[in-house]
């Protein structure tokens, strides 16, 4: 080639490798400064970065804690401790959910023998044990009936009470808060046959509008207390509940109904590279089955090692040599220096 | 046998100076899209600098003060341009068929970067330890524990995920770029199709 660059005869070719040497054979070189491209694009990326934070900063909305909902949705945080206390799992996030929470695994997401949740059981056990009614409901109020006698009162009947006693109790009070009423934010139902049910829940309403609910879910069994880096039952106790979410609308998103890790809370970007997984969720047929997170888990992991393994598989891996893109890419290299062989 | 000898010449038959920091580029280095991959290597390099910005001052100093603030707003949008330049390298890469002439592992590597960053990213959101945290970690348990990962992995254990996101994943995703890039100079840039 007359092309004025170098060629592999160049001495100073010597100085590559000897596999770099055998791809850059007959390959025509350019002089080339890896630092200072380096650099150019460390000072590019630098000014974008910059420069989008100042201009659109970047966004941090507080959390939704029980203080919130109990003082905003009295009611709803009320049904939402009596369905916890119920272990109804329509509003209690892990009530009969099987591992890592308890060690049913016929609650667990399964595809025909395909069961990764009951496998880690088997390996591992139950490495988040929680017992919705007794840690979530039961155990912050002890801690509360430090300082109000009444409410010791009324979970030592509970607490002696049958299993069938305590269901019907609680059925009776979650059928009556249907007809509830709120007076002075606290929740009046009619009068039944209750237990002390209405006192717990009472007593449940108070911890959480007193901000201390939280603290005592991280101190319960917690033997390095106040050592927390776990809030896991915390955040479990809203999570599937609306109030939660109702309540965060109308603290942070009154006008912006979605959030999440794909839906960026206000106008940001959110983590548009999850698109291909949230996009699962969109099918019918997926969101509407019980096993969705196996199934779009079970698909994403297809997808991967298809990307993982893609040079080795026929017909993928000639779809660029089909596109031909490079083309465009290449252009230089096609229109200066290919025709001349 | 001298091991130190035998590494020496490992390391000369793997990558030689010029290899590691090239003076000299095959002509056909010559567009933009060379350029995506070092996008997301210098995003990377920004993560790592804001994020131990971040790291010394603590999430009460980041959602509080107007500098945690700043570093905050840094840490979020280099993210966003890390997976940009991730997204444009690995697409266009893909049709310059950047695997060919033995460069799998290369590519390879790529694809576990890619995995790698993903779950860097997770770990990120759910350490804000803000809203977006609170419904993203409830959200995504049911699709760690539907995997079996949930056993091992809790995404509302802050605890777990500072140690994940502050610790142990950097150290994962520098390894695997360190590899990729040696790889990258190992077998030097791909040669176009022959038509």
Known sequence: MSTGADTHSDPELASFGPRAQENLAGVPLKHYDLIREGLFVLGFVLLVVVVLAVAFKAPDYPTVNAQNVATLQPLAFVQTAAGILANDGEISAVSDYGPPYDGDTSASQHLGPINPAAWAKAIFGVTIPIDPPRDLILRPLRQAAALDPALSGALDRYATATAQQQSAWVGAYRKALDSATVSAGNVIVPPGDYGPVPELMDGMLRLGRSGLLEGALAAENNRYYPYTFDPTKALLFFSIASPYTDSAQHLQQLGNPQWGIVHETGNYPGAWWLDIYQFWYEVPQIANSPNADLIVVLIMVALFIVLLLLPFIPGLRRIPHGVKLYRLIWRDWYQRYASRG | ?195
């Open chain 2, 1 to 195: 046998m001298n091991l130190t000898a035998s590494a020496q010449r490992a390391l000369r038959r793997t990558v030689t100076l010029e290899d590691a920091l090239p003076t000299r580029m095959p002509v056909y280095v010559s567009s933009i899209v060379y350029l995506f991959g070092a996008v997301a290597l210098m995003s990377f390099v920004m993560l790592i600098v804001t994020g131990v910005l971040l790291a010394l001052g603590g999430p009460f100093w980041y959602h509080t003060n107007s500098v945690g603030r700043f570093f905050d707003y840094l840490h979020f949008w280099s993210v966003q341009l890390f997976f940009g330049g991730i997204v444009a390298h690995f697409l266009t890469k893909f049709f310059m068929g950047a695997w060919r002439s033995g460069r799998w592992r290369t590519w390879m590597i790529g694809a576990l970067l890619l995995a790698a960053g993903i779950f860097t990213g997770l770990t990120g959101y759910l350490l804000q330890t803000n809203w977006d945290s609170q419904w993203i970690s409830t959200q995504a348990k049911d699709a760690m524990n539907a995997a079996g990962i949930g056993a091992l992995f809790n995404t509302m254990n802050t605890g777990q995920v500072l140690m994940l996101h502050a610790i142990v994943m950097p150290l994962v995703v520098g390894l695997l770029v360190g590899v990729h890039l040696l790889l990258v100079r190992h077998d030097s840039p791909v040669k176009p199709y022959e038509d």
